[in-house]
């Protein structure tokens, strides 16, 4: 038998949306692109891979992916949480956020690393404040929820 890339939980049943990742090359420069797939629909997501690392603990790189056509008038953009499955992905969550970063904690119940996202701090006309020229930012801690199988935690 085959062996299953992420819990069985998370892959299967495998109906559903699957995601693919693939890079294209047009005049020197590259880019990276989501793809997904249901039913008859298809659509592509041009954006960046910006992690790319194992982060639920079955030894296989999942992929963090941020989406150019998602930038918000905010400043803020789509990033989507992907767990590799046997021949596809699987997205278990992501948001609006300034930027993310894995940590190497998680909870007992788990193997799925927690996930420190950003958001702007914005003023009162909801402008993204800064120091020195630099966007403030505040950091939340989103973790894996085993029973609706998606990350989640406070934003704003």
């Known amino acids: 038998t085959a062996a299953r890339a992420a819990p069985v939980d998370v892959c299967y049943p495998t109906e559903g949306p699957k995601y693919f990742l693939s890079q294209w ?23 960046k891979i910006v992690y790319n690392e194992d982060f639920n ?26 767990v590799q499955c046997q021949g596809f992905l699987r997205n278990v969550g992501g948001d609006y956020f300034a930027d993310v970063k894995v940590l190497d904690s998680h909870p007992e119940n788990t193997p799925y690393k927690d996930i420190q996202i950003h958001s702007y701090n914005r003023d009162k006309q909801d402008q993204i404040m800064r120091r020195d020229g630099m966007p403030l930012t505040t950091p939340h801690l989103w973790r894996f929820n085993s029973e609706t199988k998606l990350y989640e935690g406070e934003s704003r």
Not at 57 to 82: C, Q, R
């Open 25 to 47: 090359t047009e005049d020197s420069h590259t880019i990276d692109l989501l793809s997904r797939v249901e039913d008859e629909k298809f659509s592509i997501e041009e954006g």
């Open 57 to 82: 603990g079955d030894g296989v790189k999942d992929f963090i992916f941020l989406s150019y056509s998602s930038a918000g008038s905010s400043g803020d953009f789509t990033y989507g949480f992907f």
